[in-house]
């Protein structure tokens, strides 16, 4: 196959998209060889953590995109979720630390507290099995200590907190974030989602659904959401990336398990960077090979759940876990965008979203 990325203008301020029955493998049959381009590198490197690098998100500002935040985990007993500009620099006012080794993070938008509205980062607390969620920017706590999840469940790291996403109905505005962990069941009740239940006292969680197929290889991390088009991907770690509706009112039937062949061992973060509402691409690391599979994010016109792949993106990142794209100009040195990804040098580094789609892309104004 020799299907090449295409661009389309992202969409801008005035219009901000946000980037949290088994159907068979789509790519059993797919022999075609995939163009491989040169290893990308990135523009900067984020300061060093003192621990263990884990997972990305970034918080757009809306007022001056140019302020936005890099925020990235530091996976350790002594953890922290660091704060970075927009160059890697640490804003150690913004950095909290004392988090009992969170892996995945991931940010909202718009919730309502009271007479108020923040915007919100969230991510999983394994030693406590507990979600911390911190307002944005100034990344003060919600609810301190947090709020306890899998509760009830007595499976070896079955409470182990891992992935962590965001999902917004936009219908009703209604905040969900989805839960992955360690260890877990399979019968289809691996992932837990809950609704974010706010008033003016802070807020609190109700388990609304159990769902999620899980191979037992590995483990579930790497979560993402496309929120536009309603779909919540994950990786089953050595098997594949599972999609399911984000809605639960939709129901818990996996629409397609993708990505199968070509992976070097663990499949690992999962971005999405969004040409308009309805198509762009899912990038998912290889993790030990040091690249990306990008997937078509609207399937085909036959089939939305038929993902094949379009290319493979060599990177400089080292054992890469997670990783997060912007589909909008954000400066003069991400005009189109960014890509942030974690590498196991304790940094993130961070890539125009130009480069990740090759020397086509320069060519067309």
Not at 34 to 52: C, G, I, N, Y
Not at 207 to 220: A, D, H, P, W, Y
Not at 340 to 353: G, L
């Amino acid at each position: 196959m020799n299907r090449r990325l295409r661009y389309f203008s992202p969409l801008m301020l005035s219009g901000l998209i946000f980037t949290n029955c088994n159907t068979p493998n789509q790519n059993e049959n797919k022999k075609e060889e995939v163009q491989v381009a040169q290893r990308v590198q990135p523009v900067f490197v984020t300061d060093s953590l003192a621990h263990d690098s884990d997972d990305p998100a970034v918080w757009i500002n809306p007022q001056d995109p140019s302020k936005s935040l890099i925020l990235g985990t530091d996976k350790d007993k002594d953890g922290a979720i660091y704060v970075f500009d927009l160059e890697g620099k640490t804003i150690d006012s913004l950095v909290v630390r004392d988090i009992q080794r969170p892996n995945n993070v991931d940010i909202g938008y718009g919730l309502q507290l009271g007479d108020r509205t923040v915007d919100f980062a969230v991510t999983g607390e394994r030693l406590t099995s507990k979600l911390r969620f911190f307002s944005l920017p100034d990344m003060k706590e919600i609810v301190p200590g947090g709020l306890e999840v899998y509760e009830g469940e007595t499976g070896p790291e079955f409470r182990d907190l891992m992935g962590v996403a965001i999902y917004t109905q936009p219908e009703t505005g209604k905040h969900y974030v989805i839960a992955g962990r360690k260890n877990g069941p399979q019968d289809g009740s691996y992932l837990w989602q809950y609704e974010i239940i706010s008033d003016a006292s802070g807020i609190s969680l109700n388990l609304v659904r159990k769902f999620g197929q899980f191979s037992g290889q590995k483990e579930i991390e790497a979560i993402a959401v496309d929120n536009e088009l309603g779909y919540i991907y994950y990786s089953d770690e050595g098997i594949g990336v599972r999609k399911y509706y984000a809605d639960p009112a939709k129901g818990n039937e996996e629409l397609t398990l993708f990505g199968t062949e070509g992976f070097t061992k663990d499949h690992e973060g999962i971005s999405i960077y969004k040409l308009d509402e309805n198509t762009g691409y899912i990038l998912v690391s290889d993790q030990e090979a040091n690249q990306f599979h990008v997937f078509p994010r609207e399937g085909t016109a036959e089939n939305p759940n038929q993902h094949e792949l379009i290319t493979i993106i060599k990177t400089s990142t080292l054992s890469s876990d997670g990783s997060e794209l912007v589909s909008l100009p954000l400066n003069k040195t991400f005009p189109k965008g960014l890509f942030v990804a974690m590498s196991d040098d304790r940094t993130f580094q961070i890539y125009r979203w130009e480069d990740m789609a090759g020397e086509e892309l320069k060519s067309i104004k």
